[in-house]
């Protein structure tokens, strides 16, 4: 395990301990006081020495929750090492360190995973199978929201708020989740425009909203907050000739299609089974070289839509119209 600075590092933890064919044997943390807390709890040895931990030949893979803005170092390491490699999102905090990821795992040929758990849930799953079976004929939109009290009822970390370590507040942290969801669902991304707003000061955004241009011509709205009242997690999508909606997922999934019987929004009853989470196909492929679904690809894309996301909120402030 590398770092307990994310606030899925325990749940990560857990995973692989809980996992047949893995188990965790070494904790590095930048904050060695926390890493040796940390080591304790779960029993295992603490290593303050990055480089030593990579040299053992008793570690054969790395979970990777540390800062973002370490990401591309810790990796292109453990790659060198031919240490297969998880990692939270986002991959990079830019286009380029992701790109110098990509090559140093190529190169090594060492397994990757990133964690994108919301493309396993029923839910997704099945607005992807209404796309691609036809049933809502061309997107035209896609409207995501997911959005937490992690600020406004203060139980975030205090270190989430740091624009360095994070390279972004809500979009960087919980709008990753509708940034890949809605380019697995919506195609190849053309341009974005993003506004930010911060409601509780602190030096990163609380509260945004990135609006996504694909090259079909379909729209994407990806809604992200740190300040809503918790909790958000809705999906809408419209197209030509249905559409799909989830209000959230404790309510269902609705369809209505042309090319259904009954008219007007019903309830899908059957929806798909749930897919292995991303941590459990990531040891299944280091074990057995099966199939992951959020590799290296998935990954730099994701990175592209945060850097274009930022780099439109920078250009926006720079040259808004406020009403007078």
Request: net charge negative; proline share 4%.
């Amino acid at each position: 395990m590398l770092s307990r600075w994310h606030v899925h590092a325990n749940e990560y933890c857990n995973a692989i301990r809980n996992n047949d064919d893995a188990d965790v044997v070494a904790i590095w943390d930048e904050i060695p006081e926390r890493g040796s807390a940390w080591a304790k709890e779960v029993g295992v040895p603490f290593e303050g020495n990055y480089a030593d931990l990579l040299s053992s030949n008793d570690v054969d893979a790395v979970c990777v929750v540390s800062p973002t803005n370490m990401h591309r170092d810790i990796m292109v390491e453990a790659a060198q090492a031919k240490k297969h490699i998880f990692t939270e999102k986002v991959l990079t905090t830019t286009v380029r360190e992701a790109r110098e990821v990509v090559a140093a795992v190529e190169a090594n040929n060492v397994t990757f995973c990133i964690s994108f758990p919301r493309r396993c849930l029923p839910e997704l799953l099945y607005a992807k199978q209404a796309v691609e079976s036809g049933l809502v004929g061309d997107i035209t939109l896609v409207r995501i929201r997911i959005a937490h009290a992690g600020s406004s009822r203060d139980w975030l970390p205090s270190h989430f708020y740091d624009p360095v370590a994070c390279g972004g507040g809500a979009m960087m942290d919980l709008g990753a989740h509708g940034m890949y969801l809605a380019r697995w669902l919506a195609g190849t991304p053309k341009r974005v425009v993003s506004v930010f707003s911060n409601i509780t000061e602190r030096a990163v955004e609380d509260n945004a909203v990135s609006v996504i241009e694909f090259e079909s011509g379909a729209i994407a709205v990806n809604e992200t907050s740190f300040v809503a009242y918790p909790d958000s997690y809705s999906l809408e999508l419209d197209g030509t000739e249905g559409g799909v909606r989830m209000l959230s997922p404790r309510d269902g999934v609705e369809l209505r299609s042309d090319h259904v019987d009954e008219k007007g929004w019903r309830k899908i009853a059957d929806l798909p089974s749930r897919t292995a989470s991303p941590i459990e196909q990531w040891i299944s492929g280091c074990v057995r070289g099966t199939a992951i679904d959020f590799g290296l690809a998935e990954a730099v894309e994701l990175t592209e839509l945060m850097d274009a996301a930022y780099r439109s909120q920078q250009q926006v402030s720079s040259a808004d119209v406020e009403f007078a």
